[in-house]
């Protein structure tokens, strides 16, 4: 067991809380619902990037390359100046939604290097410009280019020419759980000496200026020590259950800068200010020479120690800080040879673990196992402090369980009042989304748990809490809008958790968490089923599903049609829902024969789902299409008719990753769920005609639940593994190739609609316009398809070959065929043979340079052609699913699938 290891079992099991303190803040608090108490809901106007540097949050706090507690309350982030900037760096900077011609981008170049679990270990990497930062041009430019034009980045206003910029590395190693090591490392990249303004700042988040809030907490300077000290002193008693006093200590003597986080209502609302010293002292201060911005009494809820450098060209310069509990008395030379040595030992811990968990023939690899590590260091350094008491911020709205519905129609999230979050989550991009998103986090759990399967699970459990999960059984999409609907993959999520866990453990699952995941589960089952299944037939609407602009409508507004639309993807979702329940209730009835009753209802409810979706005979109103050999969306108008949306999509393709394949055993463990299951098929021969039922034993006798028998199987895998559809060289594409030539047409009242293949960003404006499900690659998707083809694979084995791609005229197995897809999924962040990675298209800078060529950003989709990175720069949230690609690659075999006791399930490499 490594250090690392052993820290994580001293977090489980409550002797150590080695999470006290992390990567917590937000790397944008200002745009966000949180903060908005607009009467219209413009969140980014409210509370716009030029109000972050003087304004106070509400919920929660942002910084550059920071650190807090678990609750937010004391917090730490770096702030730079060139000497040429308007403002202070302290927080990264980027587009709103409607400034950008692809929506929100963030206009920043920062990378999350390293990270352990327990955060023992933490390096961060910022690119900050010797020259003004270009705010204006980047706001003008890209509000001058449409949406068939490429985003203005920041490399292109030729800001980085001649390498006049530095490199600002921030490193952290724990001594102990409440004692951090902090080292902050700036290069001078460019030909020429060059000054820098380093402000390290340490501050509390405001909890006392509010309705509801406590005593103000304070920072003062302690003298006497040697170097400069600052002790910070909680005095709101409610808030010292979480954290008690610290000790922020600066290598040697430097200026210490003063002043409160409190809003400067002087500069932002023409109103006069409670204290002279404000949340943006210190920027004045600096910036523009207001010596008075700063308390000269060296006391505040906001400092920072004054580092003025002058960093040489090529030289690199060093600063040591350090925050701890310990009082001077106790630490004695808080900068002794201990502290680099501490650096050295949590490095080489962290080495050590991340050996772990990487195969022997991805160490080999050094370009893999770069992308391995900076993919989980983005999933750990991505947890953020979520703060939202629902209750609160609408009475503060002046909305109440009980106001009329005409009175609170226009406020958000209005029907919410039982969620009180604060908790620490898992984040899909900290800037671009810095809320969480139910089922971008049922990915994330999956890289997560070859790190850190508590944390994961944790997070699991999270989502299903009465604090979020809503009475009426809906999990929570995400702010902006709680009542959207995502697809069900929590179930899915939690299986994949329960059996890695149990592998973990010898073969013993975790059947507490299972029973408690189910139980939970069953009531939004429930839910789906009587909200989303409006004509009570079994096939699902549910809206957009988190595939924002892939059809021909806005599904989550009315349809201009009238009617309603039955969905594909809605149906194949509820069936893989159902599937995964059926899963979960078979594995607690091994063991609790209350369970079995479940068991038979969770088998019904996918033979009567699987069963719409492909009636018996031929019917304009199914989703199957007999003709194409593909499933599409049905749109059932008011009169009745129904016609098929035949756009080629993952809509269609998501049929395959409805499976089960079950070790025959089980059944015959469960011979009154078997009985029963055997009595509905013969009851019910109307549903089982077009299916794969579990009857037909494969191999090792296993059996097979699938809405795809056979025909369907080789129908659909047929246009997946075409390269003119939907293989791409990188990945499986969100909408067949083929509509690029051929684009879907929809004519009502005069108006068409139309759905043509886009592999970059979005030309629509449909969901904000930041994202596209027409061409480009999306991780999570593929993980999904990787899945369904082993899990096939497990059932036919080496017997059931098919073309691929495509009339190529090489047959692969199932296995083979997942191999080369993720092989082709990997690529896009691997050098080629002429040393370029697809992620950077054409960024010659990221390609060429050896100071950017091997720092890897994890975006949230990729050009369905080029494999370039598109949409939120730092998505490693979903998209840090490639770990998990890799390692598999590096270890796992065709007699793994074949063997394994539960089919379909990767084993966990550190566990063989």
Not at 44 to 51: A, E, I, L, M, S
Not at 680 to 697: A, D, G, K
Request: hydrophobic fraction near 35%.
């Amino acid at each position: 067991m490594t250090a690392e290891d052993q820290r994580l079992e001293q977090t489980c099991t409550g002797e150590v809380d080695w999470y006290k303190w992390g990567p917590y803040l937000s790397e944008r608090q200002w745009g966000t619902v949180r903060e908005d108490y607009s009467s219209d809901g413009d969140a980014w106007n409210y509370f716009p990037h030029d109000h972050a540097r003087s304004r106070a949050y509400r919920w929660g706090e942002d910084g550059l390359g920071g650190i807090s507690d678990s609750h937010n309350l004391l917090c730490f982030a770096l702030a730079l100046w060139n000497g040429k900037d308007p403002i202070l760096k302290e927080r990264l900077f980027g587009l709103t939604n409607s400034e950008g011609n692809h929506g929100e981008d963030v206009k920043e170049y920062y990378f999350y290097l390293d990270s352990t679990p327990t955060h023992s270990y933490m390096k961060y990497l910022y690119k900050y410009p010797q020259e003004e930062f270009p705010y204006e041009d980047l706001v003008k430019t890209n509000g001058s280019r449409s949406r068939y034009e490429l985003e203005y980045e920041l490399l292109d206003t030729g800001i980085f020419d001649g390498d006049r910029y530095f490199d600002v590395f921030v490193e952290y190693a724990k001594a102990d759980p409440e004692d951090i090591l902090i080292k902050i490392s700036i290069a001078n990249r460019g030909p020429e000496a060059a000054p820098i303004h380093v402000l390290p700042t340490l501050w509390f988040r405001n909890t006392w200026s509010w309705a509801v809030g406590g005593s103000r907490p304070v920072l003062t300077k302690l003298e006497g020590t040697g170097n400069s000290v600052v002790h910070a002193h909680i005095t709101d008693t409610l808030l010292n259950r979480y954290i008690k006093d610290y000790y922020f200590y600066c290598d040697g003597v430097t200026p210490l800068l003063f002043t409160e986080n409190e809003t400067n209502n002087q500069r932002l609302f023409n109103t006069s200010n409670a204290s002279p010293y404000v949340k943006d002292g210190i920027n004045n201060y600096i910036v523009h020479g207001q010596k008075d911005a700063v308390n000269p009494d060296s006391v505040g809820t906001k400092v920072s120690p004054h580092y003025e450098l002058t960093v040489g060209a090529g030289e690199t310069r060093v600063i040591r800080l350090r925050l701890t509990k310990h009082a001077p008395a106790q630490v004695g030379n808080p900068f002794s040879a201990y502290f680099e040595q501490m650096f050295a030992t949590r490095l080489q811990e962290a080495d050590e673990f991340y050996a772990t968990i990487t195969p022997p023939a991805i160490q080999a690899d050094q370009d893999r196992t770069n992308v391995i590590r900076q993919a989980l260091a983005g999933m750990m350094w991505t947890k953020q402090y979520f703060y939202y008491d629902v209750d609160q911020w609408l009475r503060e709205r002046n909305v109440t369980p009980w106001t009329r519905p005409d009175q609170k129609r226009h406020v958000r999230n209005n029907e919410w009042f039982h969620m009180h979050n604060k908790d620490v989550v898992s984040m899909p991009d900290k800037w671009e989304y810095p809320w969480y998103a139910a089922w971008d986090l049922a990915f994330h759990v999956i890289p997560i748990s070859l790190i850190d399967p508590d944390f994961a699970k944790a997070q699991l459990m999270l989502m299903l809490r009465e604090d979020y999960l809503h009475p009426n059984g809906q999990i929570p999409a995400y702010e902006w809008n709680f009542g959207d609907v995502n697809p069900p993959v929590h179930a899915f999520a939690t299986w994949e958790i329960y059996t890695r866990d149990r592998e973990r453990n010898n073969g013993v699952g975790d059947i507490d968490f299972l029973k408690y995941a189910f139980s939970k589960l069953l009531i939004n089952f429930t839910w789906w089923v009587n909200r989303k299944d409006e004509g009570g037939n079994n096939v699902f609407e549910g809206g957009f599903l988190g595939l924002d602009n892939i059809g021909v409508f806005d599904r989550s507004s009315p349809l201009p049609t009238g009617g309603r639309l039955e969905q594909a993807d809605g149906t194949a979702w509820m069936v893989f829902f159902s599937q995964r329940m059926l899963q979960i209730a078979i594995e607690l009835a091994l063991h609790d024969p209350l369970y079995e009753d479940l068991a038979v209802k969770f088998f019904e409810h996918t033979m009567w789902i699987a069963g719409a979706m492909d009636r018996m005979g031929e019917h304009n109103d199914e989703l199957w299409d007999e003709e194409d050999g593909f499933f599409y969306d049905v749109l059932c108008l008011p009169g009745g008719k129904s016609t098929r949306l035949k756009v080629r999509s993952l809509v269609g393709l998501l049929s395959l990753m409805a499976i089960s394949v079950f070790p025959q055993e089980a059944f015959e463990k469960l011979p009154r769920f078997s009985a029963r299951a055997q009595e509905f098929m013969i009851r019910h021969p109307e549903l089982t005609q077009n299916v794969h039922l579990p009857l037909t034993p494969g191999v090792r006798n296993r059996l097979m639940l699938s809405i795809l028998n056979e025909d369907k199987l080789r129908r659909v895998l047929s246009r997946m593994l075409d390269e003119s559809e939907f293989l791409s060289d990188y990945g499986i594409r969100s909408l067949s190739r083929y509509h690029l030539e051929h684009p879907y047409c929809f004519y009502h009242a005069g108006q068409e609609y139309k759905v043509g293949y886009v592999p970059g960003d979005s030309t629509s404006g449909m969901f904000g316009g930041n994202s596209n499900w027409r061409g480009p690659i999306w991780m999570p998707v593929n993980l999904l398809l990787l899945r369904a083809l082993l899990q096939l694979y497990s059932y036919y084995g080496d017997a059931f070959t098919i073309e691929c791609p495509t009339r190529s005229g090489k047959y692969m197995t199932l296995y083979e065929v997942t191999k080369e897809i993720s092989e082709r999924i990997v690529s896009i962040f691997l050098k080629d043979k002429s040393g370029r990675r697809p992620v950077y298209g054409g960024a010659e800078k990221f390609q060429t340079d050896p100071y950017w060529r091997d720092l890897i950003l994890f975006y949230e989709y990729f050009h369905g052609d080029n494999g370039a990175g598109l949409g939120a720069s730092h998505q490693t949230g979903w998209t840090g699913c490639v770990a998990r690609i890799i390692q598999a690659l590096g270890y796992f075999t065709k007699e793994m699938v074949l063997e394994t006791i539960a089919p379909g399930e990767l084993i966990q490499y550190r566990e063989l």
